[in-house]
């Protein structure tokens, strides 16, 4: 996934959790951030991040897309790895257990959730796969999610009773930087989802954890990440 060109800033305060304000050379502006996470440890006063200019006429002249963290650059678009996972099947790539996905198809619903990816399970079965964006990162260690999910929970739930009845299904996290060794949930914040990303497993949902290679103005899939529940 490329952006159009960004341009560094620091990054000031975060009135609320769509607003960043940032400075750019001598000037302030206002930034969307594209996340509801809390997002504590990266935006913190001083931090540098990349900014993407938005059209005219919106309310915040730019998009905040990337903050560094010492020496890991993390992209905090939480609308960029529905993509990047969505571009990566599309381009051939093979998940153990389920294979090259084909009949691909974004925001399917059932019932009353609406999953990120549809595809075509083995005989024809419609399969679901929910993606998951990860941007907490603690010594190495990638968590999710940095704040309690009762969305995420519901889709883990739902996940595993489609999986019951016969239903290939997959959540897929995608760690939104480099040089993480492993992914856990995040138990300490929220021990229910925790425990339905082990249920999830238990009852039939492949789950996946990859990497991202990531600059100022790209994110892209990279390795694999080892699960650890």
């Given amino acids: 996934m490329i952006y159009p060109p960004t341009c560094p800033a620091i990054f000031l305060s975060r009135p609320n959790r769509f607003v960043a304000i940032c400075r750019i050379g001598q000037r302030t502006v206002r930034a969307h951030v594209r996340n509801t996470g809390r997002l504590g ?20 002249a730019y998009t905040l897309i990337a903050v560094q963290k010492g020496e890991r650059l993390v992209n905090i678009d939480s609308q960029a790895p529905n993509r990047v996972v969505y571009e990566a099947l599309e381009g051939g790539l093979e998940l153990t257990g389920l294979g090259r ?37 603690q010594e190495g260690l990638a968590l999710f999610p940095d704040a309690p999910t ?22 897929f996290f995608l760690v939104q930087m480099e040089d993480v060794r492993s ?9 229910a989802f925790a425990e339905a990303l ?10 996946y954890c990859y990497r991202s290679h990531v600059t100022p103005r790209s994110i892209t899939l990279a390795q694999p990440v080892p699960i650890a529940l």
């Fill in 41 to 60: 440890e990266l935006l913190l006063p001083g931090a540098e991040v990349w900014l993407l200019p938005a059209a005219p006429g919106r309310k915040t």
């Fill in 101 to 137: 996905l084909s009949g691909l198809r974004r925001e399917i619903r059932v019932g009353n959730s609406r999953f990120d990816i549809g595809f075509d399970g083995p005989g024809g079965q419609p399969g679901y796969k929910e993606v998951k964006g990860v941007t907490l990162e």
């Fill in 150 to 171: 009762q969305r995420g929970l519901r889709h883990l739930q739902e996940l595993t009773e489609l999986a019951a009845k016969g239903h290939p299904t997959a959540v």
């Fill in 183 to 191: 992914f856990s949930p995040n138990a300490r914040t929220h021990p």
């Fill in 198 to 207: 082990r249920a999830a497993k238990e009852g039939g949902v492949h789950l």
